[in-house]
Protein backbone atom coordinates (compact mmCIF):
# COMPACT_ATOMS: atom_id res chain seq x y z
CA UNK A 1 0.00 0.00 0.00
CA UNK A 2 2.83 2.36 0.57
CA UNK A 3 3.89 2.51 -3.23
CA UNK A 4 0.73 2.51 -4.26
CA UNK A 5 0.30 6.20 -2.36
CA UNK A 6 3.89 7.04 -2.86
CA UNK A 7 3.59 6.52 -6.65
CA UNK A 8 0.02 8.45 -6.31
CA UNK A 9 2.09 11.48 -5.08
CA UNK A 10 4.80 10.94 -8.32
CA UNK A 11 2.06 10.92 -10.98
CA UNK A 12 0.36 13.98 -9.26
CA UNK A 13 3.27 15.98 -8.85
CA UNK A 14 4.50 15.39 -12.56
CA UNK A 15 1.01 15.79 -14.01
CA UNK A 16 0.76 19.35 -12.08
CA UNK A 17 3.89 20.15 -14.04
CA UNK A 18 1.73 20.13 -17.09
CA UNK A 19 0.44 23.43 -16.95
CA UNK A 20 -2.97 22.51 -18.63
CA UNK A 21 -3.51 20.54 -15.48
CA UNK A 22 -2.94 22.68 -12.88
CA UNK A 23 -6.08 23.20 -12.18
CA UNK A 24 -6.59 19.37 -11.03
CA UNK A 25 -3.63 19.27 -9.39
CA UNK A 26 -5.34 20.24 -5.83
CA UNK A 27 -8.25 17.08 -6.57
CA UNK A 28 -4.75 14.79 -7.20
CA UNK A 29 -3.23 15.81 -4.04
CA UNK A 30 -6.10 14.73 -1.76
CA UNK A 31 -6.21 11.24 -2.83
CA UNK A 32 -3.33 10.07 -1.07
CA UNK A 33 -4.99 10.44 2.02
CA UNK A 34 -8.21 8.35 1.19
CA UNK A 35 -6.19 5.43 2.45
CA UNK A 36 -7.27 2.49 0.49
CA UNK A 37 -4.94 0.73 -1.70
CA UNK A 38 -6.89 0.71 -4.72
CA UNK A 39 -8.88 3.90 -4.94
CA UNK A 40 -6.04 6.61 -5.32
CA UNK A 41 -5.42 5.35 -8.49
CA UNK A 42 -8.86 5.31 -10.08
CA UNK A 43 -9.73 8.41 -8.33
CA UNK A 44 -6.77 10.34 -9.78
CA UNK A 45 -8.01 8.93 -13.50
CA UNK A 46 -11.58 10.14 -12.96
CA UNK A 47 -11.35 13.65 -11.50
CA UNK A 48 -10.45 15.39 -14.78
CA UNK A 49 -13.05 13.78 -16.42
CA UNK A 50 -15.74 15.40 -14.05
CA UNK A 51 -13.81 18.65 -13.88
CA UNK A 52 -13.37 18.95 -17.54
CA UNK A 53 -13.95 16.38 -20.21
CA UNK A 54 -11.67 18.28 -22.54
CA UNK A 55 -8.52 17.29 -20.39
CA UNK A 56 -9.30 13.50 -20.38
CA UNK A 57 -6.82 12.27 -23.04
CA UNK A 58 -3.95 14.63 -22.12
CA UNK A 59 -4.31 13.50 -18.27
CA UNK A 60 -4.51 10.04 -18.95
CA UNK A 61 -1.32 10.22 -21.35
CA UNK A 62 0.34 12.27 -18.90
CA UNK A 63 -0.49 9.64 -15.79
CA UNK A 64 0.51 7.13 -18.77
CA UNK A 65 3.84 8.68 -19.23
CA UNK A 66 4.68 9.34 -15.67
CA UNK A 67 3.91 5.86 -15.03
CA UNK A 68 5.95 4.25 -17.09
CA UNK A 69 9.15 6.24 -15.96
CA UNK A 70 8.33 5.07 -12.24
CA UNK A 71 7.30 1.69 -13.30
CA UNK A 72 9.56 -0.01 -11.00
CA UNK A 73 7.75 1.76 -7.92
CA UNK A 74 4.30 -0.08 -8.67
CA UNK A 75 2.40 -2.54 -6.91
CA UNK A 76 0.73 -4.87 -9.50
CA UNK A 77 -2.74 -3.14 -8.35
CA UNK A 78 -2.44 0.40 -9.05
CA UNK A 79 -1.08 -0.63 -12.78
CA UNK A 80 -4.32 -2.56 -13.01
CA UNK A 81 -6.75 0.58 -12.22
CA UNK A 82 -5.19 2.92 -14.47
CA UNK A 83 -4.96 0.43 -17.41
CA UNK A 84 -8.13 -0.87 -19.13
CA UNK A 85 -9.51 -2.89 -21.79
CA UNK A 86 -10.15 -3.03 -25.41
CA UNK A 87 -13.56 -4.82 -27.30
CA UNK A 88 -13.34 -5.44 -31.01
CA UNK A 89 -16.36 -7.11 -32.72
CA UNK A 90 -15.43 -9.45 -34.97
CA UNK A 91 -17.49 -10.50 -38.42
CA UNK A 92 -17.74 -14.22 -39.66
CA UNK A 93 -17.11 -14.64 -42.82
CA UNK A 94 -18.91 -17.31 -44.90
CA UNK A 95 -19.94 -19.46 -42.04
CA UNK A 96 -16.87 -19.58 -39.72
CA UNK A 97 -13.98 -19.66 -42.79
CA UNK A 98 -12.37 -16.69 -41.45
CA UNK A 99 -13.11 -13.70 -38.45
CA UNK A 100 -12.05 -10.46 -39.09
CA UNK A 101 -12.35 -7.42 -37.39
CA UNK A 102 -11.50 -3.70 -37.98
CA UNK A 103 -8.48 -1.23 -35.99
CA UNK A 104 -7.40 2.07 -37.13
CA UNK A 105 -3.81 2.63 -38.23
CA UNK A 106 -2.40 6.66 -37.50
CA UNK A 107 -3.56 10.25 -37.33
CA UNK A 108 -6.14 10.58 -38.36
CA UNK A 109 -6.94 7.05 -37.98
CA UNK A 110 -7.43 4.65 -41.40
CA UNK A 111 -9.48 1.81 -40.95
CA UNK A 112 -8.53 -1.62 -42.09
CA UNK A 113 -10.24 -5.13 -41.25
CA UNK A 114 -7.57 -7.83 -40.42
CA UNK A 115 -7.55 -11.54 -40.06
CA UNK A 116 -6.53 -11.79 -35.81
CA UNK A 117 -4.50 -14.81 -36.01
CA UNK A 118 -2.82 -16.42 -33.00
CA UNK A 119 -0.61 -19.12 -35.17
CA UNK A 120 1.54 -16.02 -36.26
CA UNK A 121 2.85 -12.73 -35.18
CA UNK A 122 2.99 -10.23 -37.71
CA UNK A 123 1.35 -6.96 -38.22
CA UNK A 124 0.56 -6.28 -41.74
CA UNK A 125 -1.86 -4.75 -44.24
CA UNK A 126 -2.32 -3.51 -47.74
CA UNK A 127 -0.80 -0.14 -48.20
CA UNK A 128 -1.09 2.65 -50.98
CA UNK A 129 2.19 0.97 -52.66
CA UNK A 130 0.22 -2.35 -53.30
CA UNK A 131 -1.28 -1.79 -56.83
CA UNK A 132 -2.72 -5.55 -56.50
CA UNK A 133 -4.58 -4.42 -53.21
CA UNK A 134 -6.97 -2.46 -55.29
CA UNK A 135 -10.00 -3.70 -54.13
CA UNK A 136 -8.91 -3.47 -50.33
CA UNK A 137 -8.97 -0.91 -47.93
CA UNK A 138 -5.34 0.57 -48.09
CA UNK A 139 -3.63 2.37 -46.00
CA UNK A 140 -1.58 5.76 -46.78
CA UNK A 141 1.63 6.19 -44.61
CA UNK A 142 1.33 10.11 -46.24
CA UNK A 143 -2.07 10.76 -45.16
CA UNK A 144 -0.93 10.11 -41.36
CA UNK A 145 0.85 12.33 -38.94
CA UNK A 146 2.85 10.09 -36.46
CA UNK A 147 3.65 7.53 -39.26
CA UNK A 148 7.79 7.18 -39.28
CA UNK A 149 9.88 5.43 -41.55
CA UNK A 150 11.47 2.59 -40.72
CA UNK A 151 12.48 0.85 -44.22
CA UNK A 152 13.14 -2.26 -43.41
CA UNK A 153 11.86 -5.09 -45.92
CA UNK A 154 9.87 -8.04 -44.88
CA UNK A 155 8.41 -10.71 -45.93
CA UNK A 156 5.93 -13.93 -44.92
CA UNK A 157 4.65 -17.29 -45.84
CA UNK A 158 2.16 -19.12 -44.20
CA UNK A 159 0.98 -22.38 -43.83
CA UNK A 160 -0.98 -22.27 -46.84
CA UNK A 161 1.59 -21.31 -49.28
CA UNK A 162 -0.25 -17.65 -49.19
CA UNK A 163 2.67 -14.90 -48.87
CA UNK A 164 2.72 -11.21 -48.64
CA UNK A 165 5.93 -8.65 -48.38
CA UNK A 166 6.94 -4.79 -48.60
CA UNK A 167 8.29 -2.58 -45.89
CA UNK A 168 7.94 -1.51 -42.16
CA UNK A 169 7.29 2.21 -40.88
CA UNK A 170 5.78 2.79 -37.94
CA UNK A 171 2.71 4.25 -36.38
CA UNK A 172 0.05 4.45 -33.58
CA UNK A 173 -2.30 1.93 -33.84
CA UNK A 174 -5.54 1.84 -32.21
CA UNK A 175 -7.24 -1.76 -31.22
CA UNK A 176 -10.65 -1.56 -29.75
CA UNK A 177 -10.47 1.48 -28.66
CA UNK A 178 -6.43 1.36 -27.22
CA UNK A 179 -4.38 3.17 -29.13
CA UNK A 180 -0.55 1.52 -28.97
CA UNK A 181 2.11 4.42 -29.59
CA UNK A 182 4.94 3.70 -32.11
CA UNK A 183 3.64 0.54 -33.33
CA UNK A 184 6.34 -1.55 -35.91
CA UNK A 185 3.73 -1.71 -38.90
CA UNK A 186 4.34 -3.77 -42.41
CA UNK A 187 2.71 -1.79 -45.08
CA UNK A 188 2.27 -4.89 -47.92
CA UNK A 189 3.67 -4.01 -51.32
CA UNK A 190 2.74 -7.29 -52.84
CA UNK A 191 0.54 -10.01 -52.02
CA UNK A 192 0.10 -13.14 -53.33
CA UNK A 193 -3.39 -14.41 -55.10
CA UNK A 194 -4.67 -15.70 -51.94
CA UNK A 195 -5.30 -12.42 -50.21
CA UNK A 196 -6.45 -11.06 -53.14
CA UNK A 197 -10.15 -12.79 -52.97
CA UNK A 198 -9.54 -12.53 -48.99
CA UNK A 199 -12.08 -10.58 -47.67
CA UNK A 200 -9.55 -8.73 -45.11
CA UNK A 201 -6.92 -6.32 -45.49
CA UNK A 202 -4.54 -8.13 -43.64
CA UNK A 203 -3.14 -10.02 -40.78
CA UNK A 204 -2.65 -9.01 -37.21
CA UNK A 205 -0.13 -11.80 -35.38
CA UNK A 206 -1.09 -12.71 -31.67
CA UNK A 207 1.57 -15.38 -31.18
CA UNK A 208 4.75 -14.49 -29.47
CA UNK A 209 7.20 -11.98 -30.73
CA UNK A 210 9.68 -14.53 -31.37
CA UNK A 211 8.04 -15.56 -34.61
CA UNK A 212 8.12 -11.84 -36.02
CA UNK A 213 9.60 -12.13 -39.44
CA UNK A 214 11.13 -9.06 -38.62
CA UNK A 215 13.70 -9.11 -36.14
CA UNK A 216 13.41 -7.67 -33.01
CA UNK A 217 9.81 -6.00 -33.71
CA UNK A 218 6.98 -5.84 -30.63
CA UNK A 219 3.84 -7.21 -31.07
CA UNK A 220 0.82 -4.92 -30.75
CA UNK A 221 0.27 -7.25 -27.26
CA UNK A 222 4.16 -6.69 -26.27
CA UNK A 223 3.34 -3.04 -26.71
CA UNK A 224 -0.33 -3.27 -25.14
CA UNK A 225 1.41 -4.60 -22.03
CA UNK A 226 4.77 -2.53 -22.11
CA UNK A 227 3.19 0.56 -22.64
CA UNK A 228 0.19 0.26 -19.94
CA UNK A 229 -2.83 -0.16 -22.11
CA UNK A 230 -4.33 -3.18 -20.42
CA UNK A 231 -5.18 -4.16 -16.81
CA UNK A 232 -4.17 -7.67 -17.80
CA UNK A 233 -1.08 -8.68 -19.66
CA UNK A 234 -4.03 -11.42 -21.53
CA UNK A 235 -6.50 -11.08 -24.56
CA UNK A 236 -9.24 -13.08 -24.86
CA UNK A 237 -11.35 -14.53 -27.74
CA UNK A 238 -14.77 -15.84 -28.73
CA UNK A 239 -15.87 -16.52 -31.91
CA UNK A 240 -19.29 -17.17 -33.12
CA UNK A 241 -20.85 -19.49 -34.93
CA UNK A 242 -22.55 -18.66 -38.35
CA UNK A 243 -25.42 -21.26 -37.55
CA UNK A 244 -26.29 -19.20 -34.49
CA UNK A 245 -25.53 -15.58 -36.15
CA UNK A 246 -22.17 -15.62 -36.48
CA UNK A 247 -19.71 -12.54 -35.20
CA UNK A 248 -17.07 -13.14 -32.44
CA UNK A 249 -15.10 -10.94 -30.09
CA UNK A 250 -11.54 -10.24 -29.13
CA UNK A 251 -11.09 -8.63 -25.46
CA UNK A 252 -7.60 -6.72 -24.51
CA UNK A 253 -6.76 -6.95 -21.16
CA UNK A 254 -9.71 -9.15 -19.60
CA UNK A 255 -12.33 -11.66 -19.33
CA UNK A 256 -15.80 -11.42 -20.88
CA UNK A 257 -18.07 -13.46 -18.54
CA UNK A 258 -20.88 -13.07 -20.67
CA UNK A 259 -19.52 -15.05 -23.51
CA UNK A 260 -18.87 -18.70 -22.08
CA UNK A 261 -21.09 -20.84 -19.79
CA UNK A 262 -18.33 -23.36 -18.59
CA UNK A 263 -15.50 -23.15 -16.06
CA UNK A 264 -11.63 -21.37 -16.91
CA UNK A 265 -9.45 -24.16 -16.49
CA UNK A 266 -5.36 -23.09 -16.93
CA UNK A 267 -3.59 -24.86 -18.90
CA UNK A 268 0.06 -24.28 -19.69
CA UNK A 269 1.45 -23.57 -23.04
CA UNK A 270 4.73 -24.14 -24.63
CA UNK A 271 6.03 -21.26 -26.58
CA UNK A 272 9.25 -22.55 -27.60
CA UNK A 273 8.41 -22.46 -31.22
CA UNK A 274 6.65 -19.09 -30.88
CA UNK A 275 2.70 -21.15 -31.06
CA UNK A 276 0.25 -21.00 -28.53
CA UNK A 277 1.44 -24.99 -27.57
CA UNK A 278 -0.71 -26.71 -25.15
CA UNK A 279 -0.92 -30.93 -24.92
CA UNK A 280 -4.24 -32.32 -25.49
CA UNK A 281 -4.39 -35.68 -23.54
CA UNK A 282 -5.97 -38.76 -25.00
CA UNK A 283 -9.91 -37.79 -25.44
CA UNK A 284 -12.72 -40.14 -27.78
CA UNK A 285 -14.88 -39.83 -30.07
CA UNK A 286 -17.73 -42.00 -29.15
CA UNK A 287 -16.74 -45.14 -28.01
CA UNK A 288 -13.06 -45.06 -29.98
CA UNK A 289 -10.27 -43.26 -28.17
CA UNK A 290 -8.21 -40.79 -29.69
CA UNK A 291 -4.34 -40.61 -28.66
CA UNK A 292 -2.46 -37.51 -27.29
CA UNK A 293 -0.73 -34.58 -29.06
CA UNK A 294 0.48 -31.28 -29.23
CA UNK A 295 -2.14 -28.87 -30.29
CA UNK A 296 -1.43 -25.36 -31.44
CA UNK A 297 -4.54 -22.95 -30.63
CA UNK A 298 -4.87 -20.97 -33.92
CA UNK A 299 -7.71 -18.60 -34.60
CA UNK A 300 -6.67 -18.13 -37.81
CA UNK A 301 -6.98 -21.39 -39.26
CA UNK A 302 -10.82 -22.50 -39.78
CA UNK A 303 -10.42 -26.22 -39.43
CA UNK A 304 -9.14 -28.70 -36.30
CA UNK A 305 -5.98 -30.15 -38.02
CA UNK A 306 -5.13 -33.49 -36.61
CA UNK A 307 -1.84 -34.96 -36.49
CA UNK A 308 -2.44 -38.16 -38.95
CA UNK A 309 -2.96 -40.85 -36.20
CA UNK A 310 -5.35 -39.39 -34.50
CA UNK A 311 -7.35 -37.95 -37.95
CA UNK A 312 -7.47 -41.47 -39.01
CA UNK A 313 -8.36 -42.24 -35.33
CA UNK A 314 -11.45 -39.75 -36.00
CA UNK A 315 -12.31 -40.31 -39.44
CA UNK A 316 -12.79 -44.57 -38.91
CA UNK A 317 -14.84 -43.65 -35.83
CA UNK A 318 -16.80 -41.34 -38.10
CA UNK A 319 -16.49 -43.68 -41.21
CA UNK A 320 -15.32 -40.80 -43.22
CA UNK A 321 -13.03 -41.03 -46.27
CA UNK A 322 -9.96 -40.10 -46.70
CA UNK A 323 -9.61 -37.27 -49.55
CA UNK A 324 -5.99 -38.05 -49.94
CA UNK A 325 -5.34 -33.97 -49.71
CA UNK A 326 -5.82 -33.65 -46.40
CA UNK A 327 -9.17 -33.23 -45.88
CA UNK A 328 -12.37 -36.24 -45.33
CA UNK A 329 -15.32 -36.17 -46.65
CA UNK A 330 -18.81 -37.30 -43.84
CA UNK A 331 -22.09 -37.74 -43.29
CA UNK A 332 -23.90 -34.63 -43.49
CA UNK A 333 -26.39 -36.51 -41.33
CA UNK A 334 -25.43 -35.50 -37.15
CA UNK A 335 -27.11 -38.55 -36.46
CA UNK A 336 -24.15 -40.55 -37.96
CA UNK A 337 -21.49 -38.76 -35.69
CA UNK A 338 -20.65 -38.24 -32.54
CA UNK A 339 -19.05 -35.77 -30.64
CA UNK A 340 -15.62 -35.07 -30.19
CA UNK A 341 -13.66 -34.78 -26.72
CA UNK A 342 -10.43 -33.41 -26.04
CA UNK A 343 -8.74 -33.38 -23.04
CA UNK A 344 -6.62 -30.66 -22.19
CA UNK A 345 -4.98 -29.78 -18.67
CA UNK A 346 -6.90 -32.38 -17.52
CA UNK A 347 -10.81 -31.12 -18.28
CA UNK A 348 -12.74 -32.33 -21.64
CA UNK A 349 -13.58 -29.89 -24.47
CA UNK A 350 -16.06 -30.96 -26.79
CA UNK A 351 -16.47 -30.12 -30.58
CA UNK A 352 -20.06 -31.57 -30.87
CA UNK A 353 -21.02 -33.57 -34.05
CA UNK A 354 -22.74 -30.93 -35.61
CA UNK A 355 -19.77 -28.86 -35.90
CA UNK A 356 -17.63 -31.77 -37.42
CA UNK A 357 -19.45 -31.09 -40.44
CA UNK A 358 -18.06 -28.12 -42.38
CA UNK A 359 -20.43 -27.78 -45.41
CA UNK A 360 -22.38 -29.71 -47.80
CA UNK A 361 -20.36 -30.85 -51.11
CA UNK A 362 -23.02 -33.08 -52.56
CA UNK A 363 -25.86 -34.83 -51.77
CA UNK A 364 -25.71 -36.56 -48.75
CA UNK A 365 -21.82 -35.83 -48.76
CA UNK A 366 -20.13 -33.52 -46.63
CA UNK A 367 -16.68 -31.61 -46.25
CA UNK A 368 -15.40 -32.47 -42.41
CA UNK A 369 -14.16 -29.81 -39.95
CA UNK A 370 -11.17 -32.82 -39.23
CA UNK A 371 -8.05 -32.55 -41.53
CA UNK A 372 -4.89 -34.05 -41.14
CA UNK A 373 -2.13 -32.11 -40.47
CA UNK A 374 0.75 -33.88 -42.17
CA UNK A 375 2.75 -34.28 -38.69
CA UNK A 376 3.32 -37.26 -36.31
CA UNK A 377 2.74 -35.17 -33.59
CA UNK A 378 1.31 -31.71 -33.86
CA UNK A 379 -2.26 -30.74 -34.72
CA UNK A 380 -3.98 -27.72 -35.10
CA UNK A 381 -6.85 -26.12 -32.62
CA UNK A 382 -8.66 -23.89 -35.00
CA UNK A 383 -11.59 -22.26 -35.80
CA UNK A 384 -13.53 -25.93 -35.27
CA UNK A 385 -12.20 -25.63 -31.67
CA UNK A 386 -12.01 -22.16 -30.76
CA UNK A 387 -16.00 -21.18 -31.61
CA UNK A 388 -17.25 -24.45 -29.02
CA UNK A 389 -14.53 -23.09 -26.27
CA UNK A 390 -13.77 -19.39 -24.77
CA UNK A 391 -10.10 -19.35 -24.53
CA UNK A 392 -7.90 -16.28 -22.81
CA UNK A 393 -4.14 -16.22 -23.93
CA UNK A 394 -1.99 -14.89 -21.32
CA UNK A 395 2.05 -14.18 -23.07
CA UNK A 396 4.03 -13.47 -19.95
CA UNK A 397 6.52 -15.84 -18.36
CA UNK A 398 5.29 -18.44 -17.97
CA UNK A 399 2.72 -18.69 -20.60
CA UNK A 400 -0.61 -19.98 -20.44
CA UNK A 401 -3.99 -19.94 -21.49
CA UNK A 402 -7.41 -20.83 -19.53
CA UNK A 403 -10.23 -22.46 -21.61
CA UNK A 404 -13.66 -22.32 -20.93
CA UNK A 405 -16.81 -24.05 -22.96
CA UNK A 406 -19.03 -21.67 -24.61
C1 LIG B 1 -19.91 -4.90 -30.29
O1 LIG B 1 -21.07 -5.70 -30.29
C2 LIG B 1 -21.87 -5.53 -29.11
C3 LIG B 1 -23.03 -6.50 -29.20
O2 LIG B 1 -22.56 -7.82 -29.14
C4 LIG B 1 -22.35 -4.10 -29.01
O3 LIG B 1 -23.06 -3.93 -27.81
C5 LIG B 1 -21.16 -3.16 -29.03
O4 LIG B 1 -21.60 -1.83 -29.06
C6 LIG B 1 -20.28 -3.42 -30.23
N1 LIG B 1 -19.07 -2.64 -30.09
C7 LIG B 1 -18.53 -1.97 -31.10
C8 LIG B 1 -17.29 -1.21 -30.80
O5 LIG B 1 -19.00 -1.98 -32.22
C1 LIG C 1 4.00 9.20 -50.62
O1 LIG C 1 4.19 10.27 -51.54
C2 LIG C 1 5.40 10.18 -52.29
C3 LIG C 1 5.52 11.46 -53.12
O2 LIG C 1 4.34 11.68 -53.84
C4 LIG C 1 5.36 8.92 -53.15
O3 LIG C 1 6.55 8.79 -53.87
C5 LIG C 1 5.20 7.72 -52.24
O4 LIG C 1 5.08 6.54 -53.01
C6 LIG C 1 3.96 7.87 -51.37
N1 LIG C 1 3.93 6.78 -50.41
C7 LIG C 1 2.89 5.96 -50.29
C8 LIG C 1 2.99 4.97 -49.20
O5 LIG C 1 1.89 6.02 -50.99
C1 LIG D 1 9.87 3.22 -32.03
O1 LIG D 1 10.11 1.83 -32.29
C2 LIG D 1 11.33 1.57 -32.90
C3 LIG D 1 11.38 0.11 -33.30
O2 LIG D 1 10.58 -0.70 -32.50
C4 LIG D 1 12.46 1.95 -31.94
O3 LIG D 1 13.71 1.70 -32.53
C5 LIG D 1 12.34 3.44 -31.61
O4 LIG D 1 13.28 3.80 -30.64
C6 LIG D 1 10.94 3.76 -31.10
N1 LIG D 1 10.78 5.20 -30.98
C7 LIG D 1 10.21 5.78 -29.92
C8 LIG D 1 10.09 7.26 -29.97
O5 LIG D 1 9.78 5.14 -28.98
C1 LIG E 1 -19.19 -8.86 -23.19
O1 LIG E 1 -20.19 -9.51 -23.95
C2 LIG E 1 -21.44 -8.83 -23.88
C3 LIG E 1 -22.47 -9.75 -24.50
O2 LIG E 1 -22.19 -10.02 -25.84
C4 LIG E 1 -21.31 -7.48 -24.56
O3 LIG E 1 -22.53 -6.79 -24.54
C5 LIG E 1 -20.25 -6.66 -23.82
O4 LIG E 1 -20.01 -5.46 -24.50
C6 LIG E 1 -18.94 -7.45 -23.72
N1 LIG E 1 -18.05 -6.77 -22.79
C7 LIG E 1 -16.86 -6.31 -23.14
C8 LIG E 1 -16.06 -5.69 -22.06
O5 LIG E 1 -16.43 -6.41 -24.26
Redesign the pocket.
Known amino acids: MKITLCVAVIVASLAAVDARLVPHAADFALHPSSATQTAPAKALLRVPLKTNPHFKRNARAAALKAMNKYKMFQSDSFRNNLAS ?1 G ?1 VNLTDYENDLLYYGEITIGTPGQTVKLDFDTGSSDLWFASTLCARCIRKSRYDSNKSSTYHKDGRPWHITYGDGTSSSGICGTDDVTIGGLTIKNQTIEMANKISSGFITDPSDGILGLGFNKIVTVSGVKTPVDNMISQGLISEPIFSVFLGKGSNGGGG ?1 Y ?1 FG ?1 I ?1 H ?2 FRGTLATVPVDNSRGFWTVAVGSGSVGSSTISHFSGIIDTGSTLLMLPDLQASQVAKALNAIDNEDGTYTISCNVADLHDLKLNIGGNDYIVPAADLIFEQIGRNKCMAAFAYSGSNSVGILGDTFLKNNYVVFQQEVPPSVQIAAI
Open positions: TTELGNSK
